[in-house]
């Protein structure tokens, strides 16, 4: 690499840096993505990059992998229903303790050993998320909530401060009963998106982005409007777990936020070039 390359790379750079500063980018990260620990660091220093230039991130995480592996060394037997599963009050408890209790905290400790400040939190935290249960065409899937609101105050002080958020996808059950729902970090991200007036909302996955042939990188669609994203989805070129993804993306899109990506996590600093090139690495819809 010359030095002229570098300098041409920190001048495209230039615009993006100028204006994203002071804004809110909500990130949202899980699944397979997460598993190798290699990057994982490489997402958490685009983070601190990110917010050293003035940004304010904030991530959102799931946790399927480790969930499963919990349950398995549990011996925990799991009901499904129509391919998904019933969180009873056993999953949920195991739920809590991987996704709030490990995966968050074991988050935040990379962030300081890499240099960067975090405070890892759930939806109880400051009443963050607040959600009714969810049910999937009319079918009940046990202790799964649909996020009603946010409530953003403690993120705002912690933002103001110069703090990362690191937030577990649970939320607190809007009832008499109280306790935990499990939601979605997909759709968690969009409502935090959404209720933090982002500028961004990026979806890390384990895929290059949309795509027009799953199995070919040459059809990546690199940017689409929400027209196109609804007639590829109709379509059903956009089809399965993607269409939930860019559901979550065309409502954070009608509610305000400018700009949703949808970016393959596994690649190194992938975050970083979507949003610091012109062209980026992933899918981009506004
Ligand atoms: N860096 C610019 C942004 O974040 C452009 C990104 C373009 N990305 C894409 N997938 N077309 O707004």
């Not at 804004?23 to 997402?43: L, W």
């Not at 993306?249 to 600093?269: E, T, W, Y």
Request: with cysteine; charged share 25%.
């Amino acid at each position: 690499m010359d030095e002229q390359f570098n300098a041409d790379v920190l001048i495209e750079a230039l615009p993006y840096l100028r204006r994203f500063s002071g804004k809110i980018i909500v990130i949202k990260y899980g699944g397979a993505a997460m598993i190798n620990e290699g990057v994982r660091q490489s997402v958490i220093q685009d983070l601190i990059l990110m917010q050293q230039v003035g940004m304010r991130p904030v991530l959102v995480h799931g946790g399927g992998p480790e969930i499963d592996r919990m349950l398995k060394k549990l011996n925990k037997e799991s009901l499904f229903v129509e391919g998904l599963r019933y969180t009873d009050d056993e999953t949920m408890e195991i739920v809590q303790m991987v996704l709030a209790g490990k995966v968050n905290k074991d988050l935040v400790e990379l962030f300081s050993r890499m240099g960067g400040k975090a405070v890892g939190l759930c939806g109880s935290d400051g009443g963050l998320f607040m959600a009714n249960r969810f049910r999937k065409n009319g079918q009940d899937l046990g202790l799964v909530g649909d996020i009603q609101s946010v409530n953003t105050e403690l993120l705002r002080t912690l933002l103001d401060n110069g703090i990362i958020p690191v937030v577990a996808s649970i939320a607190l059950r809007n009832d008499e009963e109280g306790g935990f729902y499990n939601v979605n970090a997909d759709t968690a991200a969009g409502a935090l998106a959404i209720a933090l007036k982002a500028e961004k909302l990026i979806l890390l996955t384990d895929v290059p982005g949309v795509m027009e042939d799953k199995s070919d990188l040459e059809t990546l669609i690199r940017e689409m409007d929400v027209q196109m994203a609804k007639s590829l989805i109709k379509r059903g070129v956009i089809k399965a777990g993607m269409i939930p993804k860019v559901e979550g993306c065309l409502q954070a899109l009608a509610k305000g936020v400018s700009a949703a990506h949808i970016v393959d996590g596994r690649s190194p600093h992938s975050l970083l070039v979507e949003l610091f090139t012109d062209t980026g690495m992933g899918t981009m819809i506004r």
